[in-house]
């Protein structure tokens, strides 16, 4: 879907009878990981005729096109943080980068947060989404935390937001804004912190056989310890690590978490709308493929 596509969607797409937090519970992780997982989401047919999009918008149409316009209606009227999220998706790791050295991951720990969003390539860099219908009030902490894990923050936002951003972030944080025209303007570029990474944090980010792995790598063999103190003992030389080794490690073992190969096969199958769900739900290449045809359905026989 281009932007001119998106913009005439639009037009139709501002009459207050629907309610539009229903409607972008379409989006959620739970109803995208029903239609992958069983080819069929009620809850998603619920939404839909309790958000009265039907008034103005068909089942008989296929799934994959009331999928776009239901999104449309979400750019222009309740822009939550999966539009941010998939906008990331679509402009940045899709758009900038390549599969075969990039992947996004989303609600990744960063001590006592969780990532909105984090580009992995050669580096790392954390996308703090604060949409239209977000607060400012966990900013602070929420970067003293990511900066001690990731390479470089960047916090998403409003056009009309920047101003304000500009007063509670520090100078090494990015600042891009979503604007109007549905395009990332990038208003600052954020600036690497690698004297603040913190191996500790970085452990703590990490599954258990991740870690392990790294640890592995670089020490040889681990010691064998009761479960009871594995924790403490494997975080502890862990920390051993240079704070640059223990963030470097990190992104190479967190972009496993993803399949590249996967999502190039079927990033061009899905619908503009739906294009972070290959980042943000669990799927083989089974699922993905009945997914796809489930998209091409009519929606109403799709969902029932």
């Not at 790392?124 to 001690?148: G, H, N, P, W």
């Amino acid at each position: 879907m281009t932007y001119r596509q998106s913009t005439t969607m639009q037009k139709q797409a501002s009459h207050q009878s629907i309610n539009f937090q229903l409607l972008s519970r379409l989006f959620s992780s739970r109803i995208q990981n029903e239609l992958i997982m069983h080819g069929r989401s009620r809850s998603a047919l619920r939404y839909i005729k309790e958000s009265n999009i039907l008034a103005e918008v068909s089942l008989q149409l296929p799934l994959r096109d009331f999928f776009d316009i239901a999104y449309c209606y979400l750019i222009r009227n309740y822009r939550n943080e999966y539009v941010y999220k998939n906008v990331v998706a679509q402009k940045i790791v899709l758009g900038t980068h390549s599969l075969t050295t990039s992947t996004m991951l989303s609600e990744l720990r960063a001590g006592t947060s969780k990532a909105d969003v984090v580009v992995l390539n050669g580096t790392s860099t954390v996308y703090e989404i604060k949409s239209e219908l977000d607060s400012f009030a966990r900013l602070a902490s929420q970067i003293a935390s990511y900066q001690k894990v990731f390479d470089k923050v960047v916090v998403i936002t409003s056009e009309e937001r920047i101003a304000e951003l500009k007063t509670l972030v520090p100078p090494s944080v990015g600042i891009d804004a979503l604007t109007k025209r549905y395009q990332i303007h990038t208003e600052r570029g954020p600036v690497s912190c690698p004297e603040k990474l913190d191996q500790a944090m970085i452990f703590d980010t990490l599954r258990k056989e991740e870690y392990r792995e790294i640890l592995t790598k670089h020490f040889g063999s681990i010691p064998a310890v009761p479960n009871g103190r594995a924790y403490s003992i494997y975080k502890k030389l862990f920390c051993q690590l240079s704070p640059s080794v223990a963030h470097d490690e990190m992104v190479r073992v967190l972009k496993r978490r993803t399949d590249a190969q996967l999502l190039s096969m079927y990033k061009a199958q899905l619908p503009t709308s739906l294009l972070a769900s290959l980042f943000l739900t669990k799927f083989t290449q089974t699922q993905m493929r009945n997914f796809i045809a489930v998209l091409h359905r009519e929606a109403e026989v799709a969902l029932t």
